[in-house]
């Protein structure tokens, strides 16, 4: 999990609130890496560290580094797992290894980037031939969750100071990764999965993405608490009529996901 700009600080605890749903994209995409064995992997957006051990289990010879750009989300991985790994602090955006990787590992960080035509093709020059690039993102730009996001944020006494912290679509159509990674690839993977997502508990859709996509807006308005509160409620009663309580008291949150695994030449 790379930490995007303009944000402050993560929060584990809240993040693996739901980690059941998040960890099994995760393992979804371990499941596709074409290699029987690697020497060299790192884990790059690892946040709290929940898939390293599943890296070391299924690569029991390889050296797993896990890179972070926050403290926070690696005291995490350290506290727990850190005997999986090597961790380091770093952003993504600007991470090299010192030496050619087998497999470079990004479970849902790489959206946090941006400029994916230039990151893309670098992170795949850091692998050895016939390393692997494996890659989930979510890809929940255009559904309801992030449209009443951004909608809401636009639409209020807070947009002078919401407005400037939307992003653009971050993830780019699966095309253009094939597009992007053939020129040097053996093959290339990509494909999408829509997670639909049984929650529970008041507000659910508004917790999950508290901790992630909305987490800097709630930020920018910490000093303005009456703010927060009101752009709170508000989103929250749009996120409730998208996604209505069914009568066993269960929510469903669709939950779109996309996969890009490539090997290189």
């Given at each position: 999990m790379s930490q995007p700009a303009g944000h402050k600080i993560w929060d584990p605890v809240h993040y693996l609130k739901y980690?059941?749903?998040?960890l099994r994209p995760a393992l979804d995409l371990l499941a596709r890496v074409p290699l029987d064995r690697a020497e060299r992997i790192t884990d790059l957006g690892c946040g709290p560290g929940t898939v390293t051990p599943h890296l070391a289990q299924a690569f029991p010879d390889a050296e797993i580094t896990g890179v972070d750009?926050?403290?926070?989300?690696?005291?995490?991985?350290?506290?727990?797992?850190?005997?999986?790994?090597?961790w380091s602090q770093a952003d993504a955006a600007a991470w090299q290894p010192d030496v050619p990787q087998d497999l470079i590992y990004a479970n849902a960080a790489l959206q946090w980037l941006d400029d994916h035509l230039t990151l893309f093709p670098r992170l795949f020059g850091f692998l050895k031939p016939g390393g692997v690039l494996a890659v989930q993102m979510p890809n929940q730009y255009n559904n309801p969750s992030h449209v009443l996001m951004r909608e809401v944020a636009e639409n209020g006494p807070w947009a002078d100071t919401l407005a400037p912290l939307l992003r653009p679509a971050p993830v780019a159509r699966?095309?253009?990764?094939?597009?992007w990674l053939s020129p040097k690839a053996a093959t290339v993977d990509v494909w999408q999965t829509e997670y639909c997502q049984v929650m529970t508990g008041e507000d659910p859709v508004l917790d999950w993405i508290g901790s992630t996509a909305l987490k800097p807006l709630c930020e920018a308005l910490a000093l303005a608490n009456d703010q927060r509160t009101?752009?709170?409620?508000?989103?929250?009663?749009?996120?409730?009529?998208a996604y209505p309580r069914h009568p066993d008291g269960t929510t469903l949150f669709p939950f779109r996901r996309l996969f890009i695994v490539a090997v290189k030449a």
């Open positions: 980690a059941d749903q998040r750009s926050s403290g926070v989300m690696l005291d995490a991985a350290r506290a727990a797992y850190g005997a999986s790994a090597t699966p095309e253009d990764y094939v597009a009101a752009f709170l409620e508000t989103l929250g009663n749009a996120l409730r009529n």
